[in-house]
């Protein structure tokens, strides 16, 4: 059975209803995006986190009191002030020490500079270049009795000194005043932990 099919050319009939976006202004889609970006806005301002991390202080007493059980040597400590911090604590090897282990205790001075005390009884040609992040020597300085060589590089100044075997740095990015007081105030369990 055949089924005759026959097309109408007659024009469309409107059905009475307005077709809504026919009537859509440009001002309609910058109002549209602004809500947009507004409902964004207020979920990043509630989700946002800042990215300033607090200060995480290390328990330098007891990672002493261990090394100092290997160490040949009387492990020397810086005693931060109240503003300060002690950050990071290791005894161990390091790439210029030669296998020979580094007693290392890093400080966060007033908020915002960098102090570092290491001690080694290595004899490699590379420690203090890796100690002092490639310094130039800068003269000496006398300090706590002691002799001190001066290293200096960009944004860090150094004090070394090798003194029965022992090689003691003290570097970091404070002035050279700073660095001096802090060579000065070593001593061997005068660490107070954070």
Not at 75 to 97: C, I, M
Not at 106 to 135: I, M, R, W
Request: net charge negative.
């Amino acid at each position: 059975m055949a089924h005759d099919v026959s097309v109408s050319s007659t024009a469309p009939r409107p059905t009475g209803r307005r077709n809504a976006r026919l009537g859509q202004t440009v001002g309609d889609m910058v109002r549209s995006l602004a809500i947009v970006l507004a409902l964004v806005g207020l979920l990043v301002a509630v989700t946002y986190q800042s990215q300033s991390a607090e200060v995480r202080s290390v328990d330098v007493a007891t990672a002493q009191a261990q090394a100092q059980r290997q160490a040949p040597f009387d492990l020397q400590t810086w005693t931060p002030g109240p503003d300060d911090a002690a950050t990071s604590v290791r005894w161990q090897a390091t790439e210029g020490s030669g296998g020979i282990p580094v007693w290392h205790v890093g400080y966060l001075v007033d908020g915002s500079e960098y102090l570092q005390v290491a001690q080694s009884k290595a004899a490699e040609a590379s420690f203090v270049p890796e100690q002092t992040s490639g310094g130039t020597p800068q003269g000496e300085a006398t300090v706590g009795g002691l002799r001190w060589q001066r290293y200096e590089s960009e944004g860090r100044r150094s004090l070394v000194s090798v003194e029965g075997g022992v090689t003691t740095v003290v570097s970091g990015t404070l002035t050279w005043p700073g660095i001096e007081a802090a060579a000065g105030a070593l001593g061997p369990g005068s660490v107070v932990s954070g």
